[in-house]
């Protein structure tokens, strides 16, 4: 690699010191260093002519010239003022005005001839040029009179011999020495010749990201007065003081006072002017600063080499086209340049008599004549939001969308080649139960809706959670702290520096567990575990999980603010086991729930280019717990035309976005709300309460509702900005709800002020730059039937429909009120004005609540599964998952009284094992007595919901012995009767067995459990198709094939009711019995039956 290096010295030289002394050098190394003398002999000569010439010129009174001049051509000072630094003008040049505003156009005197504007005209001849000549005749002749001659009368030189500074071209001089200037100084090793310097810097992606900002150069370009300067100095007030960025602007003022100061006007000086303009905008713009560039610069070519040196360096670079009549500017006028013009005082004023090509394709143009100051900077503003320059990380979503949080994309699922890898390695890890609930969850997180979250959360980072509504985040390392969300929680070692960044999450998502579940966990000699659903499927790996203590008072009161223990959430946080898991998450499949609204569940991903695909320039997002009434699609469109009007947006996209995760139950369930929204999407525009298909997009998500008022809301905005929203419709008390009858302070009222969400929400830390849209109150407009906003001026023609009467009237089965004659008192009435719904979706809420006890709606997403049942065996119409589930066989009436107690010709400890609860399954499934035909079907909690083990995930299949029967009236030595079912059986083998299946099973002994004051025996066997069953013939052989199996069945049924919050059972005895004991059991129990 090249290394710069200054040519070496001798010892004498580098000293100063007297005689010289030759030191002997390799001859390979002289003639590289000769090499190199010669290589930059000619660039250090040229520089050194340089500096005499400009020496003998600052020196010389003849070669005096307008040195005040502002660089690229604006204006050149006035032979009668222009202050301190004006120079002599010299004889022969044209008056000129100082004042012009720009530091690279051609407001300005300009001396160069006019064959040389003719060459440059002839070289664009294809390309508009602005050029309006005055005939002479048009020249007032006192003016004309009091013109200075413009061609230059030779001054005299006495140079005694030497060059005549006058007969140099510096022009000249300064292209030939660009030309043969090296393109790239090799400055450090790690830049090979050839190479960008930018090798040897910190690199434009980490600079960006500490700074939170990119660089560029907006170089706005247009005649004299069209506003450059004012635009430029709006945007950069409303930049820095309102977003703290980095911003410079470049123009004549800043410009011609120093590094342009030695530039006149000459056509060389002016590219000069403009190049070195656009060497320091491409240098500030590279550091991050935002450049703001204004002047005339009225040639493409010189504006074309300033782009190129920007897209050479990677640099965006936008050049922006204020396109203002000449007609206007004149009337403008703000320093008088123009009527100077037009009265002959100025010469050669650029767009006037002197040409100015206007930009091809302009990025940006502004007719500013037609805009206001403010809207021009607007514009301006949007594209550098649009284009992620206000941003320091890389712009991952498509333009005009915001990066997630943290600026990290987040998709959890296994890429499609790795699944099959995956899923054999989830088998033979841990189970960790999850709940329906829990699934909500990890599809948020899976789905990138907690951006930058990659799994449930670690104590750490639940604490800053509970602490802060708030984590901190390192996406691109520059604190070495990009990891710190995903590592194990250290108390008591503390980086330097902390992460830099803070992104909102204020909603702790957290997994619970019980102690079985940690024991199994920190047994296993895996560093991973395999999140399981309550329905035994397998659904994600959780990788290097970390437990810890579920401090539930302290999450409730720091989440909540508030002592509510009826609060549904609140209830479910207390439910929980007594340790917390945290550890990053990988989806083996994407989460589907079978419920028939699938196809309105995408991820952010999938929403982000549903927005790309539809033009979107902003995404505002409008979350429902309810059906959507013409009120809220007058405000939805409402908020879409504001953002047009306002926003200055194009094509903003409305997200409608219900929510579809775990809710209390008396919300609207969740495919009512969808369906309904269906129709107000079917319905268009052609009625009051729809919504344009064109230009809204439909996605549930799949968050779970928890009620926390203004905490909660920032969660809503977060998620949704991770799918592409930057406004996010907010009403009064937004997830907020009333307090039950526990409550200690607001019982049966509004837990939470109804103005403090959309408070909060708009201060939260985090929250970046989105942007709240405020509910309105709307009315019914009896005259004009539709909902809008009330007209102080007839406010009776309105009337107000709550919530409470839209469900009584939909309760009571209301029709459509007359069109002409629109009742006060709709409940009296019993009618529904046409313009309040959509018809068919007033037909679907009023469905829903006129049979709202059918058991057929789906209150929120929660998987619809196969039994996995058994194939001679057949199920009722309704769904596995409800209580009215039912599985018979086909074979037999009864699974409990028809089926064999043993199969025919089998061994003398083989019994048929009827299985009811397959492996990994917790739906307390069971054969029902009372029923005809005996079904299994799912047992029911206290309060008639499914029941479900929450005890840990089983870890063998469970069912019972058919024709066996504990009888009440049979007692043990402690007097403790039969449970009057079928005798229990755990199955120990590895696989999972069929609901309804039977299965012959080799029975290894029993245990006594006393649950409850009854006796209730517990048989232990392995399937005869097992692959360990030849090794397993008793409970010895299973401690040697399976260590631990014993201790952990009898765990379960000791502890197993305990997450429900009940007491420990008991064993009437430690020890399993002999196999001859279990068989004597099993007998007696046939006999029994």
Not at 276 to 285: D, H, N, P, V
Not at 365 to 382: G, P, Q, W
Not at 632 to 658: C, D, I, Q, T
Request: hydrophobic share 35%; proline share 7%; charged share 25%.
């Amino acid at each position: 690699m090249a290394r710069y290096a200054y040519a070496p010295l001798s010892v004498e030289e580098g000293r100063g010191g007297g005689g010289r002394r030759s030191l002997p050098h390799d001859a390979a190394a002289e003639a590289d260093r000769s090499a190199k003398v010669n290589e930059r002999m000619p660039m250090f000569v040229g520089m050194c002519v340089l500096v005499a010439i400009t020496f003998v010129l600052s020196r010389s009174p003849q070669a005096a010239a307008p040195a005040a001049a502002a660089g690229g051509g604006n204006a050149a000072v006035a032979a009668t003022g222009g202050g301190g630094n004006v120079a002599t003008v010299p004889e022969g040049t044209a008056t000129v005005d100082a004042g012009s505003s720009g530091g690279g156009g051609g407001a300005a005197y300009e001396s160069r001839p006019s064959s040389v504007i003719a060459e440059k005209k002839k070289k664009d001849n294809n390309l508009p040029v602005i050029q309006i000549s005055p005939p002479n005749s048009e020249i007032p002749a006192a003016a004309a009179a009091a013109v200075v001659p413009t061609d230059p009368i030779p001054p005299s030189c006495d140079c005694d011999g030497r060059v005549d500074p006058a007969s140099i071209d510096i022009g000249e001089l300064r292209a030939k020495a660009l030309a043969s200037t090296p393109p790239h100084i090799i400055e450090c090793s790690a830049a090979s010749d050839g190479e960008s310097q930018s090798a040897c810097h910190l690199p434009p992606s980490t600079r960006y990201a500490a700074l939170k900002q990119k660089g560029a150069t907006l170089w706005m370009t247009g005649c004299s007065g069209a506003g450059k300067t004012t635009i430029a100095t709006a945007l950069e007030d409303r930049l820095v003081k309102a977003y703290g960025k980095h911003v410079y602007r470049l123009d004549g003022d800043n410009l011609r006072t120093g590094i342009n100061r030695d530039l006149t006007f000459t056509e060389a000086d002016r590219a000069e002017s403009v190049r070195r303009t656009g060497e320091i905008a491409t240098l500030f713009a590279d550091a991050g600063v935002i450049t703001l560039v204004g002047l005339i610069s009225p040639y493409r070519e010189d504006r074309d080499l300033v782009r190129k040196r920007h897209e050479d360096q990677g640099i965006p670079f936008y050049e922006i086209f204020l396109d203002v009549p000449v007609e206007e500017l004149k009337k403008r006028d703000p320093k008088g340049q123009y009527a100077r013009v037009e009265s002959g005082e100025l010469r050669h004023f650029t767009c006037i008599d002197d040409p100015y090509e206007p930009p091809v394709e302009p990025e940006i143009t502004l007719r500013t004549h037609e805009l206001k100051i403010e809207e021009s900077a607007d514009i301006l503003f949007r594209r550098l939001e649009m284009d992620g320059i206000l941003e320091g990380a890389p712009k991952l979503s498509p333009p005009g969308l915001p990066n997630p949080d943290g600026d990290e994309v987040i998709d959890l699922h296994v890429p499609e080649h790795l699944k099959a890898e995956r899923r054999a390695e989830a088998e033979g890890l841990p189970k960790v139960l999850i709940t329906d609930l829990d699934l909500n969850w990890l599809q948020v997180i899976g789905e990138g809706w907690a951006s930058p979250l990659k799994g449930f959360m670690r104590e750490g980072t639940l604490l800053e959670v509970l602490h802060f509504n708030s984590i901190l985040v390192d996406p691109f390392n520059l604190t070495d702290n990009v990891n710190m969300q995903s590592s194990t929680t250290d108390f008591q070692t503390f980086k330097e520096f902390r992460p830099p960044d803070r992104v909102s999450m204020s909603v702790p998502i957290t997994l619970s567990c019980t102690s079985y579940t940690r024991d199994l966990i920190e047994s296993s000699p895996d560093n991973s575990v395999a999140l399981t659903t309550q329905m035994g499927n397998v659904v994600a790996i959780l990788r290097n999980p970390e437990i810890y203590p579920n401090r539930k008072e302290e999450i409730v009161t720091r989440m909540f603010g508030a002592i509510d223990p009826g609060h549904p959430y609140i209830e479910q946080i207390y439910n929980g086991g007594e340790y917390l898991i945290g550890g990053e998450v990988e989806l083996l499949d994407r989460i589907t729930y079978n419920d028939g609204l699938d196809k309105w569940r995408k991820t952010s991903r999938e929403l982000m280019a549903e927005f790309e695909e539809k033009g979107a320039d902003t995404v505002y997002a409008f979350q429902t717990r309810n059906p959507t009434h013409a009120g809220h699609a007058y405000l939805m469109r409402s908020a879409g035309e504001n953002l047009k009007k306002e926003g200055g947006y194009k094509n903003p996209v409305l997200w409608l976005s219900p929510l579809g995760g775990w809710t209390k139950e008396d919300d609207v369930p969740l495919d009512v709300r969808v369906k309904q929204h269906e129709e107000v999407l079917n319905s268009g525009l052609e009625h009051p309460g729809g919504l344009d298909p064109a230009t809204t997009v439909m996605a549930i998500w799949p968050s779970p509702m928890v009620y926390a008022g203004p905490t909660e809301v920032q969660f809503h905005a977060k998620s949704r900005r991770s799918a592409g929203a930057s406004y996010f419709v907010v009403g009064r008390d937004p997830a907020g709800m009333k307090g039950s009858h526990q409550a200690v302070a607001h019982k049966d009222d509004d837990l939470y002020d109804g103005d403090h969400g959309r408070y909060v929400l708009q201060n939260s830390p985090g929250i970046g730059s989105m942007k709240m849209l405020s509910f309105v109150k709307v009315m019914y407009d009896i005259a004009d039937n539709v909902m809008k906003v009330p007209d102080e001026s007839r406010l009776q023609d309105f009337i107000s429909i709550s919530g409470s009467k839209m469900r009584l009237l939909a309760r009571n089965g209301a029709v459509p009120c007359s069109a002409t004659d629109i009742p006060t008192d709709l409940v009296d009435a019993n009618c529904v004005p046409s313009g309040f719904m959509v018809p068919k979706g007033w037909d679907i809420v009023v469905d829903y609540y006129r049979n709202i006890d059918a058991g057929r709606w789906i209150p929120w997403s929660r998987p619809v599964v196969d039994p996995g049942a058994d194939s001679r065996t057949k199920v009722g119409e309704e769904k596995f998952g409800s209580l009215d589930f039912r599985l018979m066989h086909k074979d037999y009436e009864s699974f409990w009284h028809d089926i064999p107690m043993k199969p025919s010709g089998g061994e003398g400890n083989v019994i048929n094992f009827v299985t009811e609860i397959p492996l990994r399954m917790t739906a307390k499934m069971e054969v029902q007595k009372a029923l005809p035909n005996n079904p299994i079907s799912q047992d029911s909690n206290d309060d008639g919901s499914p029941r479900y083990y929450t005890y840990g995930t089983p870890f063998f299949n469970y069912g019972f012995i058919p024709q066996t029967w504990e009888d009440p009236n049979l007692k043990d030595s402690l007097g403790n009767g039969g449970d009057n079912d079928p005798l229990d059986v755990m199955e120990i083998g590895s696989r999972r067995l069929d609901m309804g299946s039977i299965t012959p099973c080799r029975v290894l002994g029993h245990l006594e459990l006393i649950d409850e004051g009854e006796m209730d025996n517990k048989v232990i066997c392995i399937s005869l198709s097992d692959p360990d069953v030849n090794s397993i013939l008793t409970m010895d052989d299973l401690e040697r094939v399976k260590p631990g199996t014993t201790d952990r069945l009898r765990d379960w049924l000791k502890r197993y009711k305990t997450s429900d919050g009940k007491a420990e059972n008991s064993l009437a005895g430690e020890d399993v019995t002999s196999v001859t004991e279990a068989m004597e059991l099993i007998d007696e129990t046939h006999q029994r039956w």
